[in-house]
């Protein structure tokens, strides 16, 4: 099916047909991956659409195709990572440009703005109210950037997708939502009012812990000229085997959403009151500090707990005894994992900062996978009553 037949279809459905037209040429059921950087000209400029894999490739198209249609945009451009595709969106920018982030942004897009683009002329602004009105009070005629993850990590705060958009439009600038954590199965921001949703592809999207990737995608035709521009000036692109894996992983995204969401739902009502944890957090429990709106515009609370030990110590040693929530970098895969974020992921941030934020020496971020609950369960208790 094309993408226009599918359109009028539910997302688990566009998941698996969009952009998986049949092979014209033998009839394979799925697409080959075309492992090609160029292709053969009947005459010089006469070609079938493709000139050069790094300008396009039909296997990066069908990933394209169908991010697009899952996101609920017009275009998508794939990248080698999420980080990729994030220095696109601000490769637009100009000297003297704002963007406008909440503080608590992935470590490696604060790196991109404080320590690649802050260098060109762009001036990255931060604040530390993840409210409409902390944004609201600082932006001004030179932000062309609202850039904001919901939830985000490893705190999981839910930001107003809806009221963020109307404050970035009033003001002339565009919303950029870096959707990694929720997926389009959870949260469809375009919906919501978003111009650019940007995703790492390496973690749910992907969801088998076997591809770096990334993409962008956007609603607006001019915004997409100017990103596949940088797509292909750039050079960032995907090769068409992590594409396909991408794509392949891709088709069961709505069915692993709902059990990541289901599993971490369940292993955080468990976890709660347990008298060694100070805090389980996850925006599906009502103590959470943005429960109505992780509610309102998410429809499960995804595969992200994160837990903090009343005992700073507690957490190294629960990571030394679990047995299958492997201890690594990244989530969003099948197979559970456990971060330690002061140490791991958040190393970077300067501990003052890390630590008014919450993000502690006790805490601990579970990519809870999509094992049985009962295995997950007794894996977390076993580990806890060891420290
Ligand atoms: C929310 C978020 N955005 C972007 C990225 C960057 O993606 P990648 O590692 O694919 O470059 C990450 C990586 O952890 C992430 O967690």
Redesign the pocket.
């Known amino acids: 099916m094309t993408r226009d037949s599918c359109e009028s279809m539910k997302l688990a459905t566009r998941a698996i047909h969009v952009g998986q037209q049949p092979d014209e040429s033998s009839g394979a059921t799925i697409p080959p991956i075309h492992l090609t950087t160029t292709f053969t000209q009947a005459s010089p400029g006469n070609h079938k659409g493709y000139e050069y894999s790094r300008s396009g490739n039909p296997t990066r198209a069908n990933l394209e195709q169908c991010l697009a249609s899952l996101e609920g945009g017009t275009h998508c451009a794939a990248f080698a990572?999420?980080?990729?595709a994030?220095a696109a969106v601000f490769a637009t920018l100009a000297p003297g440009d704002k963007v406008l982030a909440y503080g608590d942004v992935?470590g490696?897009?604060f790196r991109l703005l404080k320590q690649v683009f802050e260098g060109f002329g762009v001036v990255p602004v931060f604040t530390e109210d993840p409210s409409p009105a902390g944004f609201a009070n600082l932006i001004d005629a030179k932000t062309k950037i609202v850039w904001i993850?919901t939830p985000t990590?490893p705190l999981l705060r839910c930001l107003d997708i809806k009221k963020l958009g109307r404050i970035a439009h009033d003001s002339g600038a565009l919303l950029a939502v870096?959707n990694?954590?929720a997926t389009p199965a959870l949260q469809q921001p375009i919906a919501l009012g978003a111009d650019y949703i940007?995703h790492?592809?390496?973690?749910y999207v992907g969801g088998h812990s076997d591809v770096?990737?990334?993409a962008v995608i956007v609603r607006d035709e001019a915004l997409f000229e100017r990103i596949a521009f940088l797509q292909n000036s750039l050079g960032g692109v995907p090769g068409p085997f992590d594409c396909y894996l991408a794509h392949r992983g891709i088709k069961t995204l709505a069915l692993r959403m709902e059990r990541h969401s289901q599993n971490a739902l369940t292993i955080a009502k468990h976890l709660q009151g347990n008298a060694k944890l100070e805090r389980v957090v996850y925006p599906f429990l009502p103590d959470h500090p943005d429960h109505e709106l992780a509610k309102q515009q998410m429809t499960g609370g995804g595969g992200i707990v994160t837990i903090v030990f009343k005992k700073d110590d507690a957490a190294l040693e629960f990571c030394a005894h679990v047995k299958i929530f492997a201890c690594a970098e990244?989530?969003g895969g099948v197979e559970s994992l456990v971060n330690h974020p002061a140490i791991m992921?958040h190393a970077s941030i300067p501990q003052e900062i890390r630590e008014a934020r919450g993000i502690t020496d006790g805490l601990l971020r579970l990519s809870v996978g999509i094992e049985d609950v009962d295995d997950l369960i007794a894996d977390l208790d076993q580990a806890i009553d060891a420290v």
Do not use: R
């Not at 990572?81 to 990729?84: E, H, T, V």
């Not at 790492?200 to 973690?203: A, E, G, H, N």
């Open positions: 990572s999420g980080s990729a994030t992935y490696g897009t993850e990590n870096d990694t954590f940007i790492s592809t390496t973690k770096i990737g990334g990244s989530l992921t």
